[in-house]
């Protein structure tokens, strides 16, 4: 197959270097200094300075003054994905929907197609009743599915896959939040699951390893250099729309997923038991009503008396405590319904 053509002077203006730093989960750990700049520590390489990263997003380049060396937006996605020129041009080709027009010369030979900006646009910009999954999902060649921000190819979105039919999910509960397999780049061996914002914009992925798969020591839970979990309460931007009678809390991705599947929407995952300060925050910003639902184990326990203790002066608090060893994601729909009605 021949290789198709890219014009790398025109990828290197016109692809955001701001844009590709949301899609690795990097710019929550940086500060904006102002006229177009940020700076902190190395998200690449996990530097510990906090202040050896520099971008300037008017330039588009970027800088690591403690090993990483710097560049511009190839540069970037080279040394993180960790492969060639060529590789990191055709990922940003694909993540960005660019064209490009050999005859056009380096001038006007690209072009980013209608509505197919940036995956990190925030959700009161599409269209109402659209599923998260058509904002992050884009098709490649022969019906392969490209997961952006991963640069890998996913395998189809649909309740298939063994892990993902044994937690009980629907295709149409898949779709909606974006799941998928990651066969190949950060999450590779991965079920790869978003992570938005308050705002609905693509910070993150986080890599659930398969149990079967899961090597001695390996971490259940994979999420990019830098990305601070502690600043992100996972599914807000949906949920606060169904907020008027509160919100549910529970700790992990799934167990989310698992209510809203059924029928509460209005669910929330603090992607942990600990509550942090910012997600206090977040959560009284959106709501003054919480049902606080973690697993039934110690660590369980522990966060829901913490959390209570933060949350009860400021807000109507509901706890809700599951039995040994229970947790959201294994309960029938008739138990939630139950407990939480």
Known sequence: MPTRWIDFRSLKTRVPIREVLARYGYLESLRDKGKGRLAGSCPIHGGKSGNSFHVDTEKNVFNCFSGCGGGN???LVMKVEN???REAAEMLADWFKLTFDRSAGSTGGSRMSE???PTSQPADRRPTGSPAADSCVASGAEGEVINPPLAAPLK?????HPYLWSRGLTAATIKFFGVGFCSRGLMKGRIAIPIHNERGE???YAGRAIEDELAQGEAKYKLPAGFQKSH???NLNRAKENAARGLHVVEGFFGAIRLHQAGFPNVVALMGSSLSEAQETLLLAATDRLSLMFDGD?????G???AYGRLRRRMYLREIHLEDGEQPDSLSDERLRTLLA
């Open 298 to 302: 110690e660590a369980g326990a522990a």
């Open 156 to 160: 189809t979105l649909n309740q298939d």
């Open 83 to 85: 492969c060639d020129i």
């Open 202 to 204: 693509l910070v993150a």
């Open 115 to 117: 509505g197919k900006r």
């Open 73 to 75: 937006v190839l540069d």
């Open 304 to 306: 829901l008396t913490r």
């Open 232 to 234: 992100v309460v996972w």
